[in-house]
């Protein structure tokens, strides 16, 4: 059942089939053309141009991994131990440090052309720091960040070489000051592209897909080159091969890659790129890390988005995938004097991005006074403790659920840019207080925050729906968006021009939080957890 009452800390359990599989080889006679298959291990060393804030600067990137030596047709390829090293010159080190940044924080992203019989499909590799600490940012340069992550598998759907070749890299530093104080941005993305020098232009690793028969080559005819792996290229089909014909080929003559059915399956289809968790039964969306250290038998974790309407601007702002870290607290039965029965439980939760109890910084345009395009760069950061209380109506067989999340937020402005144009606003541009909603019941909860409402229905045997903080759902509220304060730098004062144009009552928030993993459940639960413990489901944000 997906969903179930709140204090039920243990979540469903789909029915999981075992396969148990014996493989036997007899083969007395071996063709001396056969070869054990194994793996490749791949070092690709790429020279890319990135954009810095003192201008485009050379970045030297590795790239390792491990991958197949060969593949069948309609076999998922997994590379595994994908490893990305960006090493920063001496000018973007000092770059940083005119920031005020003394550590940082990587994440990468590469991007890659996957290649058979000239049909292409996009491949993207992320990478992170992982549990590592925050790297310092040297007195001088050069400065080497590393990255792993898992990657997309890939599936070819015909036999011949399929080639891995990078393109682009993104590279995203959160960057930390002294003493736990925030940078002005408190994030730098490098946008780099593959230098035109590179050698090999960007090939990372050649697979062969299908079985290892070598094809005769005609007498004085050259031998096929050496792929990247350094062993010969499957040759290209001869005259009368199985490849289809294709269009304005001449009459008699085979084209490969055109579409149509050949040997080893369809050629000229892109080959198919899925999920980058092993064991995935359906792909799973980029989503920032989540995951939590230091569980205990009642942690989950969950991803969350939404929206909020900024009513004086006329516009709404997504609030961007973030995680948060729940501890689920003890059920309890009431008796109210009405002769119901409910369950009640409170549980305490935090926002959580590279450590810091917040969401990711995210982007937002709107259009101030009606037509001045301004783009603001901001977070939302947790003043105190959240709560999430439920309350079930328990009346057999149909349950009610009422849930309130309430959360102390702090709304904090990193970048502004008015009609093209940097505003500066300064380290310290916030909200004086925390965001605030109406709160039934202010004697237990005292102080502005902001307070949502999720509503679901629990009937025995059936999927939850609506809210369950265990399966989650959609919260709804309304905030008020309170005065600004610190914002500006030189002498200037911009807290009226912010206030004036974004406080303000009325602002209705819709927020979407996807199934919750539970950490130590002992083998990850499908379509629940990543094999790493991470939410499986990345919500997405509804109006």
Known sequence: MRGHSPALPTPRVRARG??????????????????????????????????????????????????????KAGEAIRPVGVTTTVELPAAAVADLTALKAVTVVPETR???????????????????????????????????????????TVTAGADGDLTLT???????????????????????????????????????????VGPLTPTPTPSGSPSPPPSASGRPVDPAPSKGSAYPKGPGAPKGSTKPGTPGEGVGGSRGKAPKVGDARAGASAARPPAPRCVNENPTSKSLTAYITGYSNVRKLGGASQIPV????????????AFPPDGTIHLLQESEAHLDHQGRKQTPPFKSTFLTFGFTPTTATMILEQ???????????????????????????????????????????????????????????????????????????????????GYVLTSGGPLTGEVTI????????????????????????????????????????EVPTEGQCTEDRQPYEVPVPER
């Open 18 to 71: 075992a396969a148990l599989a014996a493989f036997v080889a007899l083969a007395p006679l071996i063709s001396s053309a056969a070869a054990a298959v194994g793996p490749q291990e791949i070092t690709a060393k790429l020279p890319y141009d990135c954009a810095l804030p003192s201008g485009p600067q050379r970045v030297a990137v590795r790239v390792t991994a491990t991958l197949p030596d060969r593949a």
């Open 110 to 152: 590469l991007a890659l052309d996957v290649v058979q019989h000239g049909a292409k499909a996009a491949a993207l590799w992320r990478g992170t720091s992982g549990a590592t600490p925050p790297v310092a940012v040297p007195a001088k340069g050069p400065l080497t960040l590393t990255t792993t992550g898992d990657v997309p």
């Open 166 to 208: 990078a393109t682009t890299l993104g590279v995203d530093l959160a960057l930390g000051a002294a003493d736990g104080a925030s940078t002005t941005p408190a994030s730098l993305s490098l946008d780099c592209t593959l230098a035109k020098d590179a050698d090999g232009h960007g090939l990372l690793a050649t697979v062969p």
């Open 322 to 333: 973030s995680c948060v870290q729940i501890e689920q607290g003890d059920p309890q039965i």
């Open 383 to 465: 003043a105190g403790p959240m709560t999430v209380a439920s309350d079930v109506l328990l009346v057999f067989p149909d349950n009610i659920a009422e849930t309130y999340v309430r959360a102390p937020l702090v709304l904090r402005v990193l970048d502004v840019e008015v009609n093209g144009t940097r505003l500066d606003v300064g380290p310290s541009c916030r909200t004086r207080t925390p965001l605030s909603s109406p709160e039934p019941d202010p004697a237990k909860y005292p102080g502005p925050h902001l307070v949502m409402l999720g509503k679901g229905q629990l009937i025995n045997g059936t999927d939850a729906t």
């Open 482 to 521: 309170p005065a600004f304060t610190g914002c500006g730098t030189g002498g200037e004062d911009l807290d009226r021009l912010l206030t004036a144009s974004i406080s303000g009552p009325g602002n209705y928030i819709k927020q979407i939080q996807g199934q919750t993993c539970a950490v130590t459940v």
